[in-house]
T-cell receptor
Framework: GAGVSQSPRYKVAKRGQDVALRCDPI?????LFWYQQALGQGPEFLTY????????KSGLPSDRFFAERPEGSVSTLKIQRTQQEDSAVYLC?????????????FGEGSRLTVL | GNSVTQMEGPVTLSEEAFLTINCTYT??????LFWYVQYPGEGLQLLLK?????DKGSNKGFEATYRKETTSFHLEKGSVQVSDSAVYFC?????????FGTGTSLTVIP
């Protein structure tokens, strides 16, 4: 498809399990972002890639969160030893260039529920 | 720091009513300002943007003006339609990050 694709759309994990969320950005988009959106809140920044380089990971809430984009295209957000407070929608967005004037194109998100 | 504060919802309006959703911001430097919209079951999508003071962004009958003196970027539409029912997010960029407000849910009833 032409848009940002995320999988799985829904994930239920038991506390302590590891999860991996995938993002397939729009072809040719240099920049890729991960956001976390809790219920009733706006998206909160997690991390940013330019091509394969992770330029900013200041939003990752703990060292249990890890993101990669090894070939500068598909990205994976991994959460180890999930906790209940990790329950949220994880949004991926891509853009052709940076953020200064550019438009972010969002996927529909991956909803994670940790029991 | 950088932050966005927007009017809390939910907002319910009748069709053809006038809409205002307030948004104010705090930012270092000269941010760009955005309104994103999330229709039911869909991802966020850009509604309009303004990149410098006094710029007016507009799209689909919605407008917002970048007011540096009041640090505001209020969203307006003169006559809402049922199809405008969605959640609206005000946002700014600083560096590599977008900062989003908490969202305002709008329901338009026929």
């Amino acid at each position: 498809g032409a848009g940002v694709s995320q999988s799985p759309r829904y994930k239920v994990a038991k506390r302590g399990q590891d999860v991996a969320l995938r993002c397939d950005p729009i072809s040719g988009h240099v920049s890729l972002f991960w956001y976390q959106q809790a219920l009733g809140q706006g998206p909160e920044f997690l991390t940013y890639f330019q091509n394969e380089a992770q330029l900013d990971k200041s939003g990752l809430p703990s060292d249990r969160f890890f993101a990669e984009r090894p070939e500068g295209s598909v990205s994976t957000l991994k959460i180890q030893r999930t906790q209940q407070e990790d329950s949220a929608v994880y949004l991926c967005a891509s853009s052709l260039a940076g953020t200064r004037h550019g438009e972010l194109f969002f996927g529909e998100g991956s909803r994670l529920t940790v029991l | 720091g950088n932050s966005v504060t927007q009017m809390e919802g939910p907002v319910t309006l009748s069709e053809e009513a006038f809409l205002t959703i307030n948004c104010t911001y705090t930012a270092t430097g000269y941010p760009s300002l955005f309104w994103y919209v999330q229709y039911p079951g869909e991802g966020l999508q850009l509604l309009l943007k303004a990149t410098k003071a006094d710029d007016k962004g507009s799209n689909k009958g919605f407008e917002a003006t970048y007011r540096k003196e009041t640090t505001s970027f209020h969203l307006e539409k003169g006559s809402v339609q049922v199809s405008d029912s969605a959640v609206y997010f005000c946002a700014l960029t600083s560096g590599n990050q977008f900062y989003f407000g908490t969202g305002t849910s709008l329901t338009v009833i026929p």
